[in-house]
């Protein structure tokens, strides 16, 4: 099972255990959109740049104008030259891989200042790795130097800030993060099935991609079948997927009843329109009701406060009164004057001489007759 913080520091990872972070970014000021092949390009140096920075791919949805990636952070560790090596060939290619044998060589025959150089080399290699931010900083830098050589762009094309949350296991959550993520294409009207958007890895672990599956099983778990995968994870898309659709009723439901003219979307129908409407319009006239009631009650507390304090004059001003000189000087009927005084007596405030008597404050050390 993965143990994973409610953390949104991206950099925060406990010391014992491994992490799974949503991680989630938007193309600057939204003027350019991702075609298909430069989807297909990101997926791709998306899964290499995982592979070197040790990271498994849970999910992911690239958008024409942002991407999600659910990923899964292990706990670092040390990693020997020909892994080093290994990894650095996967990003960069395999002629730089060579490359790199060949300085390694060079240095090796000079003096102990190559070893060392070798060492340092490699050092700076393993920092990148095993870090979220590295990871995203080298996805979006190769992606961004690709994409402004094919249109002969300059500068930035991602928004500088990114999305970072670490996401908790309990309570599902990593299925539910991923579940989120699968449903973009549905919410934005990009397909009308769950399994057909390409660009997801959902529509990919159907398929039988690899590495899709290997998301899924961290997902869900190595006990279950891929069509057992598949079943699970479709019901609780199913379940999200009505929630999304209740929430866009409501949020239309609520702008109608302030004067906004919208129509129905993708997700909602006039049906399930209205059916939020009338809800709210419930929810607000028992809201109504309510606050009627508390200032109701807010009203008898000031006027039973105002009688207690009259109570308490009177009893100031006359030695040992009785019921019906209270009742009198309070502009009260006696039977609502017994029932402040049998309040007053059970808090304790005032007491009667003896049954029938008069009454007055009850001072410390005496007792109620």
């Known amino acids: 099972m993965i143990y994973c913080s409610q953390m949104a520091n991206s950099n925060y990872r406990t010391k014992d255990h491994d992490t799974v972070h949503h991680l989630v970014s938007r193309i ?4 350019y959109f991702l075609k298909d092949e430069e989807r297909n390009d990101f997926i791709e140096m998306m899964r290499r740049t995982a592979e070197f920075c040790g990271i498994k791919l849970i999910g992911w949805c690239i958008m ?20 080093v090596l290994y990894r650095y060939g996967i990003l960069k290619g395999g002629k730089a891989k060579e490359e790199m ?11 102990a200042a190559g070893e060392k150089r070798v060492e340092e080399w490699l050092l700076k290699i393993q920092r ?3 870090d979220v931010s590295s ?17 002969s762009h300059k500068g930035t094309l991602w928004e500088s800030a990114y999305f ?30 769950y399994d057909g958007y390409v ?16 998301g899924m099983i961290i997902a869900y778990g190595e006990d279950l079948s891929h069509s057992e995968i598949k079943c699970r994870h479709e019901e609780l898309l199913d379940a999200l997927l009505e929630e999304e659709k209740l929430r866009r009723a409501e949020d239309i439901a609520r702008k109608r009843l302030v004067g906004y003219d919208l129509p129905a979307d993708s997700l909602t129908n006039e049906a399930m329109i209205i059916q939020a409407a009338a809800h709210i319009e419930e929810v607000r006239a028992a809201s109504i009701e309510l606050k009627i009631e508390e200032e109701v009650g807010s009203r008898r507390k000031e006027k039973r406060a105002a009688l207690e304090k009259a109570v ?32 007053m007596k059970k808090f304790g405030v005032i007491e009667q001489i003896c049954y029938g008597g008069g009454w007055r404050l009850k001072s410390l050390g005496s007792h109620t007759a």
């Not at 900083?137 to 050589?149: A, C, D, P, S």
Request: with cysteine; glycine share 2%.
């Open 101 to 111: 044998l060949q300085s390694f060589a060079k240095w090796r025959r000079q003096d």
């Open 135 to 151: 990871y995203m900083k080298i996805l979006k830098q190769w992606f961004t130097v690709e994409y402004n050589r094919r249109y």
């Open 128 to 130: 990148r790795m095993y």
């Open 199 to 214: 660009w997801s890895s959902y529509a990919a672990f159907c398929r039988g991609d690899a590495v899709a599956t290997k």
């Open 28 to 31: 600057a000021h939204r003027v």
């Open 164 to 193: 970072d949350k670490v996401v908790s296991s309990k309570d599902r959550g990593v299925q539910k993060c991923l579940g989120y993520i699968h449903l973009n294409p549905i919410r934005s009207a990009s397909a009308t099935r």
């Open 312 to 343: 308490i004059d009177a009893i100031i001003s006359h030695q040992d009164i009785n019921i019906k000189t209270i009742s009198d000087i309070i502009d009260q009927p006696m039977s609502s004057t017994y029932r402040i005084l049998a309040r």
């Open 64 to 83: 024409t104008n942002h991407f999600h990636i659910l990923a899964y952070l292990p706990q670092r560790r040390d990693l020997s030259e020909e892994e």
